[in-house]
Nanobody, 114 residues
Framework: QVQLVESGGGLVEPGGSLRLSCVAS????????MKWVRQAPGKGPEWVSS????????SYADSVKGRFTISRDNAKNTLNLQMNSLKAEDTALYYC???????RGQGTQVTVSS
């Protein structure tokens, strides 16, 4: 069955950095565009970033553009999200999913606070 296992979250001060990873299994990772989504407490899911099958095309929400970088390693079935210059409003549960498919892993919590 499909499994998406996110990791790398934690508590970080404003201005800090984190690198999230998502290891996928149960499907052919290299044939799907992927995305990161986040959900803050009391709010609905917010799309963060997407990446094409080969990694050559990426897109970002305006709220993270210039601070976050999405990447993938198809040989390792891994999706990454490098997050720099973190802000309090980035606090959320982050999860990965295949583009266009309503699914999610357990997510990894990111908390930005001093």
């Amino acid at each position: 069955q499909v499994q998406l296992v996110e990791s790398g979250g934690g508590l970080v001060e404003p201005g800090g950095s984190l690198r999230l990873s998502c290891v996928a299994s149960g499907f052919t990772f290299s044939t799907y565009a992927m995305k990161w989504v986040r959900q803050a407490p009391g709010k609905g899911p917010e799309w963060v970033s997407s990446i094409s099958i080969g990694g050559g095309r990426t897109s970002y929400a305006d709220s993270v553009k210039g601070r976050f970088t999405i990447s993938r390693d198809n040989a390792k079935n891994t999706l990454n999200l490098q997050m720099n210059s973190l802000k309090a409003e980035d606090t959320a549960l982050y999860y990965c999913a295949r583009q266009g498919i309503d699914e999610r892993g357990q997510g990894t919590q990111v908390t930005v606070s001093s």
